[in-house]
């Protein structure tokens, strides 16, 4: 847990005279008065789930034959099953590219956007966020429908260039079909965070590297990028965590195409599929944690190399 | 000011649902959630999920008529998504209706278990003589009787008449002369001939079985042993057959029941559709048959592997099951029974080709034998194609693992569709998965 | 293309790049692309939908009053229903969640409490939980409680917001002086008070951020209700649209072609987002900032 230790502030005087006092009881009750509520709800919905979680996916429950302890059985069958494996594949393989292609739309997006002034700038600010308006569902059945090749507008886009509108449903465009719909959704809502982080860097520091004679795309990649790392490493956090827990789009978009997205498409789909429609709780809840320790690593993984978990978490 | 103004309405929004939410706490088995309307008051309400296009009509019919009990009834998604929730609410031993619409094959799924209830000891002989051996077959258990029937699903061959007259074809009797006309239409620069859906493999299935395939067989007075057999000879050769017209390009690999699939239906993009009888009913709910396409479609009888013996099958068909959530299961069941069997709901059904009623009453109602389909012109499809094909019907062993059957199913057939993997391959794979899960859920696979 | 306009935005004239206008332009209708087809076909009927035409562009039929009436009175109303669902549990998770991360977060910053390292620590972990980890056990644990199935299955879960927490952490630690506070405490304020007057006004931008965030993630949850709940009165406008969409695709909705009513109940229920992100525009903006830069 070491790398989720928060930065340490310095001691301020408050806190200095706090420990010079003996007003250690006072402060313990009121500092455990304020974060307690947030720790019943923390202790019952967070900590509860994932002990209940854990004791369930130690237990395999059979149409015939009932429920037995098998202890790690089920972690055993969910890292040997194709249906678990294939589905981590994709979200990894999605992640590698979605991540970055939105980060790096989001971070071009920002950095003009904090460089041109003009009100249709600003419009556009607004309207490249309004996606993350979307619930993420209803952004999926709007691009299920455009998508369509009887009715959706790529048969009429791509015919104007005498072309054939390319399926995107299916099974082996599926992966850009999912891939645009998140970057429409999710690149407006990450452009607007590196906005506000790029709004908040003093702008005498780009005047003094304009002395230095630095030109434009050196302020924006020596100077602005690096000012505003913290922020891009947030956000490549967060999207890393919510891209491997996929579910959303794709079981929306199921409806369209079941045979291209099969049940065991992203692993919290299978782990639906064995939960609610197969009535396994056990191993859907082993598929869950299993991913949850996938999580879990990969996020460490990129704290890790990025060098910047203090500066983070 | 502006501020003030945005949080009075948020704050009136806020409880005025609250106050809707209020009265609906109760959850799924509450009587004050329905669809419909109940005018009767201080009457025992039983609650039923179905998805039966004119069920509003049904529900209201059977309210009419029954002073001492009502229906509420929600519509909570068409299959798969009704049995999943259906699934959800066994599992959390709450929630579920007191009577459902299920589907013949689920019923072994959901009776293994525990959670039907064995209506036989409710009215059953009352009503006995008003159903098929069959169909009473279809929703048993052994001797135990889990479901009244309502709908069968005979199959046909739904065309497009102006696509064959075009191209100078007639309705196919046999799968080979199937694939010449589709190759005929090909060649002359027409449509696809028909279409093989990843996400309807009871089609599929009931085109194995049409072939001589049984699947499952399935004892229930020896609940610990079953037989899978996926990958015989006949269930390759479909799928052979199948995965063989895709890949040479005579027929599309579009999901059905898709907007996609229905504006190709609409723009006349297949010349066929392989269904069973209730496809019209839900075809015309969708807007096909009107406009500019009204008085295109004919029926035709399936086409056969053997055409010395032919062989009749069944997809869809559903009945009214009492599950075990049910607190009054007297009372569910005389719903059960009671809805859609008065003759006006059944006549409303079969007018629109919702469903081919199994109601011996409706049967053998010469208004309904020699009924002139709009939908097909005018065609007297009932007397041609479904009742031969209804009355030639065997009945079939369905798995008491239909889910994960199913969705397997699904996802081997999207496999062939890619053109990864042989329909023989997909047979052979579709074994292994499910004897494999059989195996894991306790059961001795033969 | 002059460079002379050195001070930052709105104090002097506009900077323009005509190039990266231009680009912008582009990404623009990118985005707007589908809101445009929403618009123009939820003024169409089942047929004007399916039978071909140019999908950009309007029939001869524009009938939005006819589809907004059947919107809203299609199967009893039950749209509308759904949006005032939807609209409680934004409302109660999204004011509930911020309250309580407001005053965890306030806890955290503020008051050297025994185990707050660790605590800290192990919310910070939680960030990492899949959230739709916790939806099968959650469900299980309900169903015993008999809680499945009620607005409380939705409502309870979405107060959690471990994110909520760390923002708020981290704004109180830098926004909120211990000096301001030692003086209230020293003018013999209480605690609460202190928390209430002198804290809660400085906090408010970020207050208002992680309402706008946890309100959203509750108008968007759809995994969670749709596990919890069996009752389509019930159904948030997420998974009711959802049902829409499994019911319209097997074309079993009794004549009336649901496809259009999806597509305009899609357009309706996006519309009170947006406004509430357009009228609050000034104040999440300045806590977006916060999460990001420290």
């Not at chain 2, 459902?100 to 525990?114: L, S």
């Not at chain 2, 007259?165 to 007639?170: E, F, H, L, R």
């Not at chain 2, 859609?340 to 081919?356: C, H, M, P, R």
């Not at chain 3, 008999?146 to 309870?156: F, S």
């Amino acid at each position: 847990m070491t790398l989720l230790t928060e930065k340490r502030a310095p001691r301020t005087q408050h806190e200095k005279r706090k420990i010079r006092g003996k007003v250690h009881l006072r402060e313990h009750l009121m500092g455990w008065l304020f974060v307690g509520p947030f720790g019943v709800v923390f202790l019952a919905f967070l900590i509860a789930p994932l002990g209940y979680a854990l004791y369930l996916s130690l237990f395999q429950k059979k149409l015939i034959g009932g429920t037995s302890f098998v202890l790690f059985d089920n972690y055993v069958k969910a890292f040997t099953d194709p249906s678990f494996l294939s589905g981590v594949w994709f979200v990894l393989r999605f992640s590698l590219v979605s991540i970055p292609l939105q980060i790096l739309i989001a971070l071009a997006l920002a950095l003009i956007l904090d460089a041109v002034t003009t009100l249709f700038a600003r419009f556009s600010r607004l309207m490249i966020f309004l996606p993350y308006a979307i619930p993420t569902v209803i952004g999926a059945v709007m691009w299920g429908f455009l998508y369509s090749k009887g009715f959706g507008p790529l048969t009429d886009i791509f015919g104007l260039f005498g072309a054939t509108a390319p399926d995107f449903l299916s099974s082996d465009l599926i992966f850009y079909g999912l891939l645009n719909v998140v970057t429409w959704q999710w690149a407006g809502y990450y452009m607007i965070i590196l906005y506000a982080a790029l709004q908040g860097v003093d702008p005498t520091l780009y005047e003094a590297a304009r002395m230095d004679g630095a030109g434009r795309w050196q302020i924006a990649t020596r100077i602005k990028i690096p000012l505003i790392a913290p922020a891009l490493i947030l956000i490549l956090v967060f999207s890393l965590i919510g891209t491997l827990q996929f579910f959303n789009e794709p079981q929306i978009l199921r409806y369209l195409a079941a045979g291209t997205i099969g049940t065991d498409f992203t692993p919290n789909m299978y782990a639906y599929q064995q939960a609610f429609s197969l009535a396994n709780f056990n191993y859907g809840s082993a598929i869950s944690f299993a991913l949850g320790g996938i999580v879990f690593i990969c996020v460490y993984a990129f704290l890790f190399f990025t060098r910047k978990r203090r500066s983070f978490l | 000011m502006k501020r003030r103004r945005i949080l009075a309405t948020v704050a009136m929004l806020a409880a005025g649902s609250g106050l809707v939410a209020c009265s609906s706490d109760g959850g799924g088995s509450d009587a004050s959630n329905c669809t419909n309307t109940i005018t009767k008051q201080n009457v025992p309400v039983v609650t039923m999920w179905g998805w039966y296009p004119n069920t509003q009509l049904v529900v209201d019919n059977f309210n009419k008529q029954h002073d001492d009990v009502q229906v509420c009834w929600t519509n909570v998604g068409q299959g798969g998504d009704e049995y999943d929730k259906f699934q959800t609410a066994i599992s959390a031993g709450t929630g579920a209706p007191d009577v459902i619409m299920v589907e013949a094959d689920r019923i072994p799924t959901f009776q293994i278990q525990g959670a039907l209830v064995d209506i036989k000891q409710y009215g059953y002989d009352a009503v006995k003589a008003n159903y098929g051996e069959g169909a009473w077959k279809d929703v048993s258990v052994g001797d135990k009787v889990y479901g009244v029937p309502v709908d069968g699903g005979p199959m046909g061959m739904i065309y497009r008449k102006d696509i064959f007259d075009k191209y100078k074809i007639t309705p196919p009797k046999t799968w080979a002369e199937y694939e010449q006309a589709a190759q005929k239409v090909k060649d002359a620069g027409g449509p696809l001939f028909g279409d093989l859906g990843a996400n309807v493999p009871a089609v599929l299935m009931a085109l194995q079985i049409q072939k001589g395939a049984s699947p499952f067989t399935y004892d229930p007075a020896q609940p610990k042993s079953i037989g899978v057999k996926l990958n015989d000879q006949a269930s390759k050769d479909v799928l052979d057959y199948w995965g063989g017209l895709a890949k040479k390009g005579l027929v599309g690999t579009q999901d059905q029941f898709t907007p996609e699939y229905i504006s190709g239906v609409i723009n006349g993009n297949y010349a066929t559709y392989i269904s069973a009888a209730w496809a019209p009913g839900y075809l015309t709910g969708a807007g096909v048959g009107k406009g500019q396409d009204t008085g295109k479609f004919a029926v035709a009888p399936l086409p056969q592997w053997d055409p010395a013996n032919p062989v009749q099958v069944n997809w869809g068909g559903s009945a009214f099951s009492v599950t075990k959530q049910a607190k009054k299961p007297e009372l569910a069941a005389k719903v059960a029974y009671g809805l859609y069997a008065d003759k006006e709901s059944l006549t409303d059904g079969w007018t629109n080709q919702i469903i081919f009623p199994l109601n011996l009453t409706a049967l053998k109602d010469p208004a309904f034998v020699d009924l002139k389909v709009a939908f097909f012109d005018g065609q007297q499809a009932n007397k041609e194609v479904y009742l031969p094909a209804a009355d030639a019907y065997k009945g079939v062993a369905y798995a008491p693992f239909g889910q994960y059957y199913l969705d397997a199913m699904t996802k081997q057939v999207s496999e062939v569709i890619k053109g990864s993997i042989t329909g023989s391959q997909a047979a052979d794979r579709l074994q292994e998965d499910v004897a494999k899960y059989a195996k894991e859920q306790g059961f001795t696979v033969q | 293309m002059t460079d002379h306009t050195s001070v930052r935005a709105g104090t002097r004239r506009p900077q323009r790049y005509l190039p990266m206008q231009i680009l912008l332009g582009f990404l623009v209708i990118y985005f707007l692309v589908p809101f445009w087809w929403v618009i123009v076909n939820s003024s169409k009927d089942a047929p004007g939908l399916f039978g071909g035409g140019n999908t950009l562009w309007f029939t001869d039929q524009i009938d939005y009053i006819g589809n907004l009436k059947q919107l809203f009175t299609y199967d009893g109303g039950i749209y509308l229903r759904w949006i005032l669902n939807s609209t409680l549990y934004a409302i109660a998770g999204g004011v509930g969640a911020t309250v309580l991360a407001v005053m965890a977060g306030y806890g955290f910053a503020k008051y050297r409490f025994a185990a707050r390292r660790f605590s800290f620590a192990v919310v910070l972990g939680a960030l990492m939980v899949p959230a739709t980890a916790l939806v099968i056990p959650t469900f299980i644990m309900f169903s015993r409680l008999g809680l499945t199935n009620t607005v409380w299955a939705v409502i309870l879960p979405s107060l959690l917001n471990p994110f909520g927490v760390y923002l708020m952490h981290v704004y109180a630690r830098d926004a909120v002086p211990d000096e301001l506070l030692d003086a209230a405490r020293v003018d013999g304020a209480g605690e609460v008070r202190t928390f209430l007057q002198i804290a809660l006004p400085l906090m408010r931008p970020a207050v208002v951020t992680v309402l706008l965030l946890s309100a959203v993630a509750s108008w968007n949850n759809y995994f969670l209700p749709l596990a919890m709940l069996s009752d389509n009165r019930l159904f948030p406008v997420t998974v009711g649209l959802g049902l829409w969409q499994g019911i319209a695709s097997a074309n079993n909705s009794g004549g009336t072609s649901l496809w259009s009513l999806i597509i305009l109940g899609s357009l309706v229920s996006v519309l009170p987002l947006i406004i509430a992100f357009f009228s609050l525009q000034r104040h999440w903006r300045g806590g977006l900032s916060v999460g990001g830069l420290r």
